[in-house]
């Protein structure tokens, strides 16, 4: 089977210099869990997950959000076949194992919660019908920074259905060089390296990742900070919390052990933890995950 570094190498050719990034996206996606990519227009979003995509092997399909796209135009919906008199339904592109929303945020609301209802019961539901979404179904949501014009920011109930958020933000100097040389070749001359058997074997591996008592911890230390502290208009949620449990094993499995450490938990405190959480004032010049790894104590 291909290995994690292989599939970390291949992308890694076309997203240049985001060796950190791509790890995360590969962990959202080991721990089955949907991915925001927040950043500025023209940071490589599409790309990593086009790239991301082709190399596991699945179908993808964009939306651009906009203003005007009806719930429908994500989900699909009835149509009326003259000749037979009767009415089928018509899939959408959420009907794809990697949907990248572009721009979610300059979507309606209503046009939003379609999309992220239909991300967490795994279904689309039209009229009295219910029709399952592929067993493998990833959703790359990609938004604007909230202070740009034109943006429908989401709620905190549905940023909290992300496992994480991530930035890739601007690249390096040598990597922006051989970007301005073109010398990063198209996601589309990339091989596929996995099945969708192989995939899913990864995704069920992540499972059976071991975790002992100071990592639970450690974890339940985190989510009592948040609730207990003051510091934040509200705790994390449950759903949270098991999210921190997935993503920690599915890093621990991006890095090739089969145990969670600390170390895999402090990784990916930042993704998970700080789109869900407001502060209580708001001058403060940390992020979410550094004030509460500062105030908790870490296991060796």
């Not at 203003?67 to 899939?91: Q, V, W, Y």
């Not at 959703?139 to 930035?167: C, H, W």
């Amino acid at each position: 089977m291909t290995t994690i570094n292989n599939l970390i190498e291949q992308i890694g050719r076309v997203v240049l210099g985001k060796e950190t990034e791509i790890r995360l996206a590969l962990t959202c996606a080991l721990a089955r869990g949907h991915l925001l990519l927040e950043d500025l227009p023209g940071m490589g979003k599409t790309t990593l997950a086009h790239t991301l995509a082709n190399v596991l092997g699945l179908s993808f399909n964009r939306v651009q959000f906009t203003s005007d796209l009806l719930p429908a135009d994500i989900t699909g919906g009835m149509i009326f076949i003259p000749e037979e008199k009767r009415f089928e339904f018509r899939k959408g592109p959420i009907f794809n194992q990697v949907l990248l929303a572009d721009e979610i945020n300059r979507a309606s609301p209503k046009t939003q919660s379609a999309l992220l209802e239909a991300m967490e019961e795994k279904q689309v539901t039209v009229e009295n019908g219910s029709y399952p979404l592929p067993d493998v179904f990833f959703v790359i949501a990609s938004q604007n920074p909230g202070y740009q014009l034109g943006t429908f920011g989401l709620p905190e109930s549905q940023l909290d259905r992300f496992l994480m958020k991530v930035s890739l933000g601007y690249p390096d100097p040598d990597s922006e060089k051989r970007l301005l040389l073109g010398q990063a070749p198209s996601h589309r001359s990339l091989e596929k390296l996995l099945s969708e058997e192989e995939l899913v074997y990864l995704q069920k591996k992540v499972e059976q990742v071991a975790m002992k008592e100071p990592v639970v911890l450690l974890i339940q230390e985190i989510l009592k900070y948040s609730r207990q502290s003051g510091v934040f208009t509200h705790g994390l949620s449950p759903r949270a919390g098991i999210g921190l449990v997935a993503a920690s094993k599915a890093w621990a499995i991006v890095h090739e052990r089969n145990y969670v450490i600390p170390e895999d938990v402090i990784a990916v405190v930042e993704p998970v933890v700080n789109h869900r959480l407001v502060f209580a004032e708001t001058a403060q010049h940390k992020l979410p995950s550094e004030v509460i790894l500062s105030a908790i104590k870490v296991p060796v």
